[in-house]
């Protein structure tokens, strides 16, 4: 398997479903649209659409299908549906709260993916309500996309919304806000803000894929425990590049942790024991892809780049 | 029937339905679920929910079931799920929206059901972050509580992320705020504004109630036309208080669209013409109640109260 190209493929795959079930820009009101497109075409590196994209090609191919494995919500030998909309489903959320998270009464940064942010390219109000469009599209697209299929619909929102929800990726957020705030959160703490803030969306995005693959549900969930592996590695893998790289190479505001005085997982247990942290996660994640069937060759080798990274 | 014993017995339920179906506000993260339920419990007149009930209701009736009536999703028979759930929803994404209303970047509004609003109660980022997961948590009541119909599940969805979406709700939304800006909107835009901004959710609740309920599809657009009507009547007289009421008895602050110098329907066609449009709004709406199955009164005297009505 050629990593990069089928990393290319998919990442391909991604651009051409951002064009074709997100709203045109041009469709009323303009401005709303054009702030959503903004920061969707913004780039980055469409990890977490690719993972659901990966994850559902696993459990794709015919032979296995046929094993005997039983798929947690479709009858054997149904046509697999696509995992497009639930790819952009996921990249929808993922952007919206890139786009809140940058506002001014939150990070308050002016630089995401080497463009100027959503309020920054046009006003505060047009992100909040492009950010609220966003997650709001993303379940507009899966009850959409999936409705001949309306268990795996039901089931695809449930683990959006629940990733997504106050005690995943918003609570995780709110107690980043509140460890700023005072400056000295707790190892407990930043595991809880890793998992959730971050953590949670991978998960879900692996999950997702997995269900739209029809994967068992011993399956989903070891999908589910590759991905809060995968996360933690990739939080704090971006904990080490906000304290060691340049902003132009980030495309983000590098050193900003370090300049709010933000307890990072560097801050809290250095350079060294953080690399050492990410290995081992991104080991734990490996080894959980290897349990899955189908070729996880592409999963395990993502999970290695994301692992030297330099952005 | 007694139209005020009714209202109170959906609104105690609907208040029920919001103790039992949000976080509590002692769970992690305490602060965020806090501020989701001191919006959600500042009261106001629970319309919407009390709209999905009332819908749900008029289906609900045995005879009327068994007469031949085809339902747009369920065999007949089946057990009509409860739909509460759904009218929680609802309510959590009107909350969730008047939240984000009332921020600095947007209406920049102190005053909301006559207690402070959440980003004054609390502050900016957690009030953000409180709307955002009431819009979140109104998508995951939907997957999990209808998760055992799931056709019903993912129309519901749809419904709700439709009139949440950026073409409605937040559509609507974008267009007010564009209009403040410039002041002179013209009637189609205002048109565009109520229809999307205050209809939309209202159409939706009649709807998702109507789906709950069993509503055959030629009923459901019926709900789907009366809920249209009386958002404009609503809207519209929305703009005659701000116009006429002071802040005591709005219970937010009044004389707000003049004073910000906002293109309303009183300012556009004057105070005359706006009653009576609301009176032809209303009597459009009670004619389309009237054409739905089971006993329509509580709809068509709720429709007569809010014409009346002082806030």
């Known amino acids: 398997m050629d990593f990069t190209a089928q990393l290319n493929a998919h990442v391909a795959r991604v651009e051409r479903g951002l064009a074709k079930l997100v709203p045109a820009a041009t469709t009323r009101p303009a401005r709303l649209h054009s702030a959503m497109r903004y920061s969707l075409e913004a780039g980055g590196k469409r990890l977490r659409p690719v993972l659901v994209l990966a994850a559902a090609d696993l459990f794709a191919s015919a032979p296995l299908r046929s094993a005997g494995k039983k798929s947690a919500l479709r009858s054997p030998h149904s046509a697999i549906p696509t995992a497009i909309a639930a790819a952009i489903a996921v990249e ?105 803030k971050t953590a949670a969306m991978i998960e879900a995005a692996l999950v997702m894929g997995g269900l739209v693959g029809g994967a068992s549900v011993r399956h989903l969930s070891t999908l589910r425990a590759a991905g809060r592996h995968l996360g933690l590695a990739f939080q704090i893998n971006d904990d080490i590049l906000d304290a060691t790289a340049d902003t132009a190479t980030l495309g983000k505001t590098a050193g900003k942790d370090a300049k709010a005085g933000k307890t990072t997982f560097v801050k809290l247990h250095g350079l060294a024991s953080a690399r050492r942290r990410v290995g081992k996660e991104s080991a734990a994640a490996i080894a959980a892809f290897k349990k899955l069937p189908g070729d996880s060759a592409f999963l395990i080798a993502l999970t290695e780049q994301m692992q030297s990274r330099k952005r």
């Open 92 to 196: 929808c959320v993922h952007t919206y709260s890139l786009i809140h998270d940058d506002l001014p009464c939150m990070d308050n940064d002016d630089l995401r993916r080497g463009r100027p942010t959503a309020h920054k390219q046009f006003d505060e109000a047009t992100a909040l309500l492009a950010g609220d469009a966003l997650l709001t599209h993303a379940f507009a697209l899966l009850a959409e996309n999936y409705a001949a299929q309306p268990a795996l619909a039901t089931a695809l929102v449930r683990e959006l919304a629940d990733a997504a929800g106050s005690r995943r990726l918003i609570g995780g957020q709110m107690e980043d806000l509140l460890a700023e705030k005072k400056s000295d959160a707790t190892p407990a703490e930043l595991e809880f803000i890793h998992l959730n």
